[in-house]
């Protein structure tokens, strides 16, 4: 079955260190598709990065990185060098295509980067 | 601008007043959804539409009702609103791209309390 586990609750640290936010996947399909989407305190949901099943290629963007590990279905988000406009509730998503696509969100991780 | 726009943002109302939250995308895409947002339960899908007159339940359909007449739009309906309904409400939109990789685009999201 399809499930997306952000252990991490709630995570604080103090500006400029880093942090990793941890996300897990389970799926019984070989094509597969994982997001991470942010909500700031404003409330809206923004698109941060997708990655496909068949790219294991690390990504950085700018302070953003996520690695991404098939052997241990795993897709964690690190942020280096936190900012406070970085607090906010990430959420990590899996998407099958053959399941007509549905998309399934973790429960998120509120992440607050203290001054 | 390229935006999905739910109304009303806010409302209360009381148990078993019908009432309907619109939402409509400008992105002509194939694909809309609503989610609720609860403390501790991350994300969940309540219907989803991949295309016009296609609906399909998600995880969470209980109490709602929703319909696609037109592409743009894809309301959503409680025919009788309970107290465990109170939630803040997200309509999503995104391309019905072959690969299934839906990038989603999230409205401003709606506060719903039921009194």
């Known amino acids: 079955a399809q499930k997306v586990t952000q252990a991490q609750t709630e995570i604080s640290v103090v500006e400029k260190e880093d942090v990793t936010l941890d996300c897990v996947y389970e799926?019984?399909?070989?094509?597969?598709?994982l997001f991470w989407y942010k909500q700031p305190p404003s409330g809206e949901l923004v698109f941060l990065i997708r990655?496909?099943?068949?790219?294991?290629q690390n990504e950085i963007s700018g302070r953003y990185s996520w690695n991404f590990q098939k052997s241990t279905s795993s897709f964690n988000f690190t942020i280096t060098a936190s900012q406070v406009v970085d607090s906010a509730v990430y959420f990590c998503?899996?998407?099958?295509?053959?399941?007509?696509?549905?998309?399934?969100f973790g429960k998120g991780t509120r992440l607050h980067i203290l001054p | 601008e390229a935006q999905v726009t739910q109304n009303p943002r806010y409302l209360i109302t009381v148990t078993g007043k019908k009432l309907t939250v619109t939402c409509s995308q400008n992105?002509?895409?194939?694909?809309m959804s609503w989610y609720r947002q609860d403390p501790g339960l991350g994300l969940r899908q309540i219907y989803y539409s991949m295309n016009v007159e296609v609906t399909d339940k998600g995880d969470v359909p209980e109490g709602y009702k929703v319909s696609r007449k037109e592409k743009r739009n894809f309301p959503l309906i409680l025919e009788s609103p309970s107290p465990n309904q109170t939630s803040l409400y997200f309509c999503?939109?995104?391309?019905?791209?072959?690969?299934?990789?839906?990038?989603?685009?999230f409205g401003a999201g709606s506060r719903l309390t039921v009194l």
């Open positions: 998503a899996l998407s099958e295509p053959n399941r007509d696509d549905k998309i399934i």
């Open positions: 999503a939109s995104s391309p019905q791209t072959a690969s299934g990789a839906n990038v989603l685009t």
């Open positions: 990655r496909n099943s068949f790219d294991e």
């Open positions: 992105m002509n895409h194939e694909y």
């Open positions: 799926t019984r399909d070989t094509t597969y598709y």
